[in-house]
């Protein structure tokens, strides 16, 4: 394992915390880092359970796989072995891009914060390591099943953080039988560890309703970020002594493990059958192949002949509770961002405003915006967006900004009243390195509207985001965003105003140069699948 002893010691702290992982991930690392800066004075070792596997052992699991799965096992092992062989290219993000405080280096730079791999968690290197470090609190986070000796350790013991209801649904994964039994809601608890799984004494637990088109992928994704303000407050009392606890029923639980392949693609199935038609599916197969082709193409030779281009993509909301032309599922919108940052040169739109013409590049060059300001922009896109490194500009109208006043064009549409975001969540994403820009004051219609109106939402709308979050020179996307919502005149009157440039929404890339002053945008909603996406990032 390799433990440097002299490094335990790391600082001198008010608390010590160990954490047991099986797996640094993004979530577990999002978790450390939430609660070191929500509470001063803590010291971290981190332990890492990474077993090594003979090649007996690799060859057991197979088996005993392949006899749960069936032949599904069989395709999956190859794709897994295909993504092995082939990595995708990480995006080369910016130093100060959003997300980089929760990457696995950013962790090992903090000094008060030790990060460990053992081959054992259990092993008596890792417990004589860990009695050294005289941690008063263990956190177990997406951690192997930890034995006594190892989790009593800590002075005041362990908590484990589940992402599922308790004590209905033990073991793992999350989100996923909450689903498959039809329940109305998940669940994500703390509790103490105990020698049973999942049966210790509860600390805290809360429960969210699931969306009419909710999917265990979108939930789990919700439930990383109720998890990690669960551990902050829990953590807090506990350590202040002021936590209650409650606990659990026994006998009368049961507990889940990982569903066979075959169930995952039943729940799948019956899931997808209640999203709105997209159409007929040959329609969608000849969509589909036409896309990949465009992508293969694109990338063997397309890149030399097409004419450069950088494409900006135009989202107005990520939910599960709706499927219409301004809608991205949540798990849709954060497998799309995966993918932005496998395949694509992502930019900010302040870099696409800086570049006078675009070069060649093999990865597409892509930029991603929001529109309007809905709540739901920072409930599920900004944890996907900082998952992934994805930087994102926002443009708000200010005057709806912390109202219930809603839009126009929602309630035209019939759409009940959907809560937009405040001026604190906005304060938040500009601290961590999103743009927030002006979408007007109250989402006029330039045109329609004298031009003395459009001057004076067009300078309210300045003062506000310069008085609510210091943004003195703000980018402008004009509402409706349609050629004919912007003419000569009121684009004379978004350069006088001091804006540093304006954004359209009627589609197009912008080819060969970036006229900033007619940034082009292209619309992406729910009914576009992962290939067709690409596509779009391409610029066809």
Known sequence: MGFDRAGLMLIEAEHRLVVFTGDL???????????DESLPGLSW???????????RQVLRNQRLNLKKNGWRWIPEQLREMAARAMPARPLQAKPDAPGAAYEADALRRRPNVRVCHTADVHCQETLAALREF??????????????RDLFSLPRLGTINLHKGKLPEFRGMPPAFWEFWTEQSSVGCSVHWVDDKLDAGALLARTQVERERYSTPRGMTLLLDEIGSRLICQVVASVLDGSA????????????????????????????????????????????????????????????RLMQPRITVLLYHRVCDDARDNL?????????????????????????????????????????????????????????????????????????????????????????????????????RMKSLGFTIGSHTVSHVDCVSESQQKVQEELLQSKDDLSRELGVCAPIFAYPYGGRHQMDAQRLTLVRA????????????????????????????????????????????
């Open 45 to 55: 070792l981190v332990l890492v359970h990474q077993p090594k596997k003979t090649v």
């Open 327 to 427: 809608t991205v599922g949540v798990a849709q919108f954060e497998r799309q961002m995966r993918l932005l940052r496998e395949t694509c040169t992502v930019l900010s739109i302040e870099q696409v405003l800086e570049i006078d013409r675009p070069v060649r590049s093999r990865r597409p060059q892509v930029a991603v915006s929001f529109d309007d300001g809905y709540f739901d922009n920072y409930l599920f896109a900004v944890p996907a967006l900082l998952r992934h490194r994805v930087p994102a500009s926002f443009f708000v109208s200010t005057g709806i900004v912390d109202s219930d006043l809603g839009f126009p064009h929602d309630k035209r549409r019939g759409n009940p009243m959907i809560p937009m975001m405040t001026w604190d969540q906005l304060r």
């Open 244 to 303: 209650q606890t409650q606990e659990q029923p026994q006998g009368v639980a049961k507990t889940y493990r990982k569903p066979t392949l075959a169930q995952q693609s039943a729940l799948a199935s019956r899931l997808s059958r209640a999203e709105p038609a997209r159409g007929p599916r040959w329609q969608r197969e000849i969509k589909d192949w036409h896309a990949r082709a465009s992508l293969a193409l694109y990338r063997w030779i397309g890149w």
């Open 134 to 147: 005289d941690a008063d609190l263990g956190l177990s986070l997406a951690a192997p099943i930890l034995k």
């Open 25 to 35: 991930s993004y979530s577990v690392r999002r978790n450390i880092i939430d609660l």
């Open 497 to 540: 105003a001091g804006y540093q440039g304006c954004l359209s929404a009627y589609g197009g890339s912008n080819l060969a140069q970036v006229d900033r002053w007619n940034v082009l945008r292209r619309g992406i909603h729910w009914e576009f699948s992962d290939a067709c996406f690409l596509r779009e990032c391409l610029g066809l």
